[in-house]
T-cell receptor, first 113, second 112 residues
Framework: GQQLNQSPQSMFIQEGEDVSMNCTSSSIFNTWLWYKQDPGEGPVLLIALYKAGELTSNGRLTAQFGITRKDSFLNISASIPSDVGIYFCAGQSLNTNAGKSTFGDGTTLTVKP | NAGVTQTPKFQVLKTGQSMTLQCAQDMNHNSMYWYRQDPGMGLRLIYYSASEGTTDKGEVPNGYNVSRLNKREFSLRLESAAPSQTSVYFC???????????FGQGTRLTVV
């Protein structure tokens, strides 16, 4: 089946630093999604990308849909303590009859004040 | 708006017991999903329902069954629980294909 490689697995950064994480796949995806999961909660969508090459921002977050359709990255600028959590990438292919996603294993972010 | 509601939030089962996890969404979404999340891993799809009246296996369906009761509700059943099914289970829904999913808060299941 499809697999996503998400890196890094974890990050420990100082408040104010920028963060970058990425996902790569052996398969082509038509949609890339980035989610954040807070402790004890379900994942919440941060950014959705629908077109190869697309660069989208949401506040301090920026994500890009790779031109090959096999990768995506997420950047967080000027991190703050509430950025702590697990970040997941997810890809969706066109060959599906539902919007089911393949998820990466997550990047756990720790922000030190 | 409640969004996606899962019950129960916590459950402890003995090996061999059965139970049903309930999920309901109030967003009039067509598609619904059940995922499990294990430590250090992403979410793995157990079953999904593209629309009312249809269900399909996902990546890890063994040991589970599902029912799409109506457009709002999608339940997950463990017929004979095993310790390997100890996990956090998430229900999600999406409007259509290739749209983002909205997740419930999860059910933390322990099988002893």
């Amino acid at each position: 089946g499809q697999q996503l490689n998400q890196s890094p697995q974890s990050m420990f950064i100082q408040e104010g630093e920028d963060v970058s994480m990425n996902c790569t796949s052996s398969s082509i995806f038509n949609t890339w999604l980035w989610y954040k999961q807070d402790p004890g909660e379900g994942p919440v969508l941060l950014i959705a990308l629908y077109k190869a090459g697309e660069l989208t921002s949401n506040g301090r977050l920026t994500a890009q849909f790779g031109i090959t359709r096999k990768d995506s990255f997420l950047n967080i600028s000027a991190s703050i303590p509430s950025d702590v959590g697990i970040y997941f990438c997810a890809g969706q292919s066109l060959n599906t009859n539902a919007g089911k996603s393949t998820f990466g294993d997550g990047t756990t972010l720790t922000v030190k004040p | 708006n409640a969004g996606v509601t899962q019950t129960p939030k916590f459950q402890v089962l003995k090996t061999g017991q059965s139970m049903t996890l309930q999920c309901a969404q109030d967003m009039n979404h067509n598609s619904m999903y059940w995922y499990r999340q294990d430590p250090g891993m992403g979410l793995r799809l157990i079953y999904y329902s593209a629309s009312e009246g249809t269900t399909d296996k996902g990546e890890v369906p063994n040991g589970y069954n599902v029912s799409r009761l109506n457009k709002r509700e999608f339940s997950l059943r463990l017929e004979s629980a095993a310790p390997s099914q100890t996990s956090v289970y998430f229900c999600a829904s999406s409007k259509d294909r290739n749209t983002e999913a909205f997740f419930g808060q999860g059910t933390r299941l322990t099988v002893v």
